[in-house]
């Protein structure tokens, strides 16, 4: 029995195991280590602050979706996070793989992923980037607007497959920027009125271009299975109106992603064993409802894969008590490796990666580097009381939407990306220098 499992009160006994990857543990020094890594050392050799994916909880994570989901097609939303060794465990655990712009197509080509298994999405693909999705062979391209429907048949010179993005009328609640089965949004053709019929009209007018199928999202952090039921019943009434208007039998529904994973304790998830038994139901009543043949389904998870694999490593730069006010703990990060907090309001869970402590807990605010008063990693987590400059704070469900969108906001480098497995680290992507800033600048 290790010194953490007999003193369970010394500093990481509350660790929710939802919301950590699932090789978490706190060795003897109470250091929280991942992967059989301790994050101390993580910290040493690629300093902070740091990216840590956990490689094995990221293939597992796939693994379980693909024994939930037997039957249904699976392709990895690149945008959460994408990297050329991300794309090949993707590749190697037999997903396909769907991007949204030139580069995260480079990427998987890198990677050598087989084009045919590549979905492009994007809501104003540039020409260029359709040329070199179709030049590439890749297996979709999702359509997002009148306008790319006549650039893609300016590029094809061969049969190209493509789906229509519609929009399911469907309203998740929450926050505005996450939610996309609305009509009012940038995404799409809505199905009520005669845009998404009309584009299907478009595309059956192009001789090079083969609508394979329909495809929704609906928002992210869906935590209500029904509501993908309700999309699919939706879609499946459209793609009957299409055989009936057209004469045509659509073969493949991609319902998208969107899947809600926890950030802090109590925060719902979506349960993939119900997702399955609802999906399962709809396209049996939807179908028989409409004398419609089944289509083959395709699921497009990426936050629900990545978010909980990762952590981030920062260390504490200053700690500092305002009168009547708050306690603020800096660290050596903030708003330009991790933005969803000033984006969304996101919330996260952070601990002492560093050492163990019997002093107890305070509420404080967990704050970056950057000159925003906006830059605030957590509100209101509670950390040992005697925490000072030069401990480690690490903050869980960072895999998805931080390297993606991190930026060199005050011209501070991005993180690098480290993956650790069986106790040892391979860097994925290293840190960005001052030297890499400074090549981009002209003057």
């Known amino acids: 029995m290790t010194l953490s499992e007999l003193l ?23 250091q929280l280590c991942i992967g059989g890594v301790p ?7 690629f300093r902070t602050p740091t990216y840590v994916l956990d490689e094995e909880d990221f293939r597992a994570r796939i693994r379980r979706y693909r024994t939930a989901l037997r039957g249904v097609a699976i392709a990895y939303a690149g945008k959460s996070l994408l990297t050329v060794a991300v794309a090949r465990w993707v590749a190697q ?22 084009p045919a298994r590549i979905i492009l999405h994007g809501n104003a693909k540039t020409p260029d980037e359709l040329h070199d999705a179709v030049n590439a062979g890749v297996g979709r391209v999702v359509v997002d607007s009148p306008l790319e429907i006549a650039f893609l048949a300016g590029q094809v010179r061969r049969h190209q497959a493509v789906l229509l993005r519609v929009i399911p009328g469907i309203d998740i609640g ?32 192009q001789p090079c271009l083969s609508l394979a199928g329909l495809h929704c999202h609906i928002g992210s952090q869906v935590a209500d299975p029904a509501l993908y039921g309700q999309a699919i019943e939706a879609l499946i009434a459209l793609m009957a109106d299409i055989r009936d208007r057209f004469g045509i039998t659509l073969p493949e529904l991609n319902i998208g992603g969107g899947h809600a994973v926890p950030y802090v304790t109590g925060d719902p998830e979506l349960d993939l064993t119900r997702f399955a038994d609802i999906v ?7 179908c028989a ?153 002209c003057g």
């Not at 037999?94 to 030139?102: A, I, K, N, Q, T």
């Not at 402590?357 to 209101?380: F, L, M, N, Y």
Request: glycine share 10%.
């Open 8 to 30: 369970p009160s010394l500093g990481h006994a509350g660790l929710d195991r939802r919301l950590w990857p699932s090789s978490t543990h706190i060795d003897d020094l109470g």
């Open 39 to 45: 994050l101390t050392e993580v910290a040493d050799e």
């Open 93 to 114: 655990e037999g997903l396909g793989l769907d991007v949204c712009s030139g580069g995260e197509l480079a990427t998987a080509l890198t990677a050598g992923l087989d």
């Open 174 to 205: 929450g926050h505005p920027a996450v939610s996309t089965g609305m009509d009012d949004q940038k995404f799409g053709f809505p199905i009520r009125g005669d845009q998404a019929l009309d584009a299907v009209g478009r595309i059956l007018r």
């Open 280 to 286: 399962e139901h709809s396209l049996e009543s939807s």
């Open 289 to 441: 409802a409409t004398h419609f043949p089944r289509p083959t389904l395709t699921i497009e998870p990426g936050r629900a894969i990545s978010a909980r694999a990762g952590v981030t490593v920062y260390r504490v730069v200053a700690v500092k008590s305002q009168p009547g006010g708050r306690t603020f703990v800096a660290v050596d990060g903030g708003m330009s490796d991790n933005p969803r907090v000033a984006l969304y309001g996101a919330k996260y869970t952070v601990t002492l990666a560093n050492r163990h402590t019997s002093t107890p807990s305070a509420k404080v605010a967990v704050v970056g580097r950057h000159c925003e008063a906006g830059d605030v990693i957590a509100r209101d987590v509670e950390l040992p009381t005697d925490i000072h400059p030069g401990d480690l704070l690490a903050v869980a469900c960072t895999g998805a939407y931080h390297h993606s969108m991190a930026s060199s906001y005050n011209m501070v480098g991005r993180p690098p990306l480290v993956a650790v497995a069986d106790g040892r680290c391979q860097q994925l992507v290293r840190r960005e220098t001052i030297t890499d800033l400074l090549s981009r600048d």
